[in-house]
């Protein structure tokens, strides 16, 4: 009877294995199929979102280009404006110098040097307090006077001299620096010691036929006060540029000597980067020789003379928009491939639980067809066929279970009926339930339960939660171990553990193995490899009733998972005592 009985097991086994080898060849085939079809559409997706990127980098670039060249061209308007302030500072103050100044003063010079064939002393008061106000005012741009012997060439002074180099270079220069035709007078400049003196000379012609040279030594303060008034009487710009608006207050000017020394300045910020510097070369007889003049506009007046105003810089404004899309398509690549990460966990799962719920299922289902069709030829083995049958529906019950479990926890739906339950009594039944439904599994289940250790607890969460964790030590752990399932009470709280003698969890994963579908990568491509969400399902549960769970060393080897719920008062005050 029981070689039939075997016979007929075998039978009915060995085309389920061979359906079953063939339903996971094929399902592994269309796994890849669909794994390398979304890989193909995920890269689609990255490429386009690139050329997004590309094609808005270009359109930034495009548009900081024009912002520049707009940029560009209000500044070199502005250089324009400010190169007409340079050209009407050097016109202007050369045309007052030279013609209220110099011109005027030279001449009496001259006139007095003519009547008299020598300089009197008296000559600075005498042309001080000229009837002649023009003469009175141009007196002021002197410092000293000179003439030269006509027969000799040697020069002499009328007030303060200047230092004995200067007067030796002034001497024979000045013979050179007569004007002879090309105008009135000359202007010499010469630099000792960091310093520019400054001298104006012309040429009068004596009755003995004889040249006489005579001039005098400029005062650069005064001079700078004189330029400073011709500058003031009018607006640099003209008043149809910017509707009258742009004013001298508007406009910065420094003019420096040949020594570089700032001589006059107008407006006391610091030019701006738009200046235009220009020299005054030899406009009126070389007056201002080596001088420098650099006008500049305040970049407020753009908004007067130019359309639009002066851009600003929007290449922050264009980093910022770059930043941001590349942000966004960053974080569009990184949520599409969590997203394919995620679809890679479902199928595994999807494919983890099917194979999973085949297992009894076909157990269920061949021990009923042996019962249908009669086979069984003892009331043992009918027994034995029933009791498998209900095993098998049992481990069935507990897969589903934790799906249900675990899309409820995932819809933030599942609720708990807490209860205060003694936990050892509770503990030792789920362990018998356990060992009965482990299939002539050669592991021996170890109860180390403290008696009277009370918690407010859902009973059926708790029977979830160790008949995962022991489910989990059966599975992973190697045949013949003994699994220690242990409970005492420990700083107020109730503590359950499952203690196995399998390889352990590596350090870096005991935090990891309680996340939704990790798995250890030692276990992926195990026939043994779960569903992986028991663990995250006693999570779940365990945070519902306000405890924590964790992993630590156990025997050897192997893991030790502990369960940590609060006590209730009763017991918390018993373990206490």
């Not at 945070?543 to 940590?564: I, M, Q």
Request: proline share 4%; with cysteine.
């Amino acid at each position: 009877m029981s070689g039939n009985c075997k016979l007929c097991f075998t039978g009915l086994a060995a085309p389920d294995r061979e359906a079953s080898a063939c339903y996971t060849r094929l399902q592994l085939k269309a796994s890849a199929l669909a794994w390398s079809s979304r890989n193909t559409r995920a890269a689609l997706i990255v490429a386009l979102l690139l050329v997004s990127l590309l094609t808005a980098s270009l359109l930034a670039v495009q548009a900081y280009l024009v912002s520049r060249y707009q940029r560009a061209a209000a500044e070199s308007v502005l250089r324009d404006y400010s190169s007409l302030v340079a050209d009407e500072v050097i016109r202007r103050t050369s045309a007052d110098v030279g013609y209220y100044g110099y011109y005027v003063l030279v001449t009496a010079i001259l006139r007095e040097a003519q009547h008299g064939a020598v300089l009197a002393g008296d000559i600075q008061t005498k042309l001080a307090t000229s009837e002649d106000a023009a003469v009175r005012k141009a007196a002021r741009l002197a410092k000293s006077y000179f003439q030269g012997d006509p027969e000799t060439g040697k020069l002499s002074f009328v007030g303060q001299p200047p230092p004995p180099p200067v007067s030796a270079w002034l001497q024979q220069h000045l013979l050179a620096a007569q004007p002879r035709g090309n105008g009135p007078y000359k202007g010499l400049n010469f630099v000792h010691e960091g310093v520019v003196f400054s001298f104006v000379a012309g040429s009068a012609h004596l009755a003995s036929g004889k040249d006489l040279p005579a001039g005098f030594a400029v005062d650069a303060d005064a001079l700078a006060q004189w330029m400073k008034t011709a500058l003031d009487r009018q607006p640099l710009l003209p008043p149809t540029l910017g509707h009258g608006k742009v004013t001298n207050a508007l406009v910065q000017v420094r003019v420096r000597d040949a020594a570089g020394i700032e001589r006059l300045r107008m407006g006391s910020q610091a030019l701006p980067a738009m200046g235009v510097s220009k020299s005054f070369d030899d406009a009126y007889q070389g007056i201002f020789a080596g001088c420098t003049v650099t006008a500049a506009l305040d970049p407020q007046v753009a908004d007067a003379v130019i359309i639009g105003g002066l851009p600003r810089s929007r290449l922050p404004f264009f980093l910022g928009l770059l930043a941001l899309n590349a942000a966004l398509i960053a974080t569009a690549i990184l949520q599409l491939n969590r997203e394919m990460a995620l679809q890679r966990l479902r199928d595994e799962f999807v494919a983890s639980v099917s194979h999973e719920l085949r297992t009894p299922l076909t157990q269920i289902r061949m021990f009923t067809e042996t019962l249908l069709l009669d086979r069984v030829r003892s009331s043992d083995e009918h027994r034995r066929s029933l009791e498998i049958i209900d095993r098998e529906a049992r481990r069935l019950g507990q897969l589903v279970e934790n799906v249900l479990q675990f899309s409820r926890s995932e819809r933030k739906i599942a609720s708990l009926a807490k209860s205060r339950r003694e936990l050892a009594p509770l503990l030792s039944e789920i362990a018998d339930d356990f060992e009965s439904s482990m299939n002539a599994t050669p592991v021996t289940i170890e109860p180390r339960l403290t008696a009277g250790v009370a918690a407010e607890v859902d009973s059926d969460a708790i029977r979830q939660i160790v008949l995962n964790l022991l489910d989990n030590a059966v599975k992973y752990g190697p045949a013949h171990q003994k699994v220690v399932l242990g409970l005492e009470a420990r700083n107020s709280s109730a503590v359950l553990f499952v203690e196995d003698e399998g390889p352990g969890i590596p350090e870096n994963e005991r935090e990891r193995v309680f996340e939704r579908f990790h798995r250890l990568a030692r276990d992926r491509q195990s026939a043994r490899a779960g569903t992986g969400i028991g663990l995250s399902v006693v999570r779940d549960l365990v945070l519902r009733h306000d405890g924590r769970c964790h992993v630590e060393n156990g025997r050897g080897s192997g893991a030790r998972f502990v369960v940590e719920l609060p006590l209730a008062s009763s017991g918390a005050a018993e373990a206490a005592r």
